[in-house]
Nanobody, 117 residues
Framework: QVQLVESGGGLVQAGGSLRLSCAAS?????????MGWYRQAPGKQREMVAT???????NYADSVKGRFTISRDNAKNTVYLQMNSLKPEDTAVYIC??????????WGQGTQVTVSS
């Protein structure tokens, strides 16, 4: 089984920064293609925050563009999300996603990010 484990969430004041990590492990027989971060706040639908391809192409939600940066370490099967200038509206559970060739679409358990004002 493939497992995704997130870390780095926590409580931060508005304007602060956090760095999230997500490491994939388990039975990975093929390469990991896209990796990304999604978030879900209470009462809201899950939304895409940022994604990155194996080649390094990135995509961001308009609400986080210029503040968040996604990156990956292919050797470690790990994706990161650097979050700067955090706002209270960024408060949500952040969930890691990975798409593995000839395997499937995998999700982590999520890590809570809370931004106070």
């Amino acid at each position: 089984q493939v497992q995704l484990v997130e870390s780095g969430g926590g409580l931060v004041q508005a304007g602060g920064s956090l760095r999230l990590s997500c490491a994939a492990s388990g039975r990975i027989f093929f390469s990991i293609n896209n990796m990304g971060w999604y978030r879900q706040a209470p009462g809201k639908q899950r939304e895409m925050v940022a994604t990155t391809t194996a080649g390094g192409t990135t995509n961001y939600a308009d609400s986080v563009k210029g503040r968040f940066t996604i990156s990956r370490d292919n050797a470690k099967n790990t994706v990161y999300l650097q979050m700067n200038s955090l706002k209270p509206e960024d408060t949500a559970v952040y969930i890691c996603n990975a798409i593995i060739s000839f395997s499937g679409d995998y999700w982590g358990q999520g890590t809570q990010v809370t931004v106070s004002s």
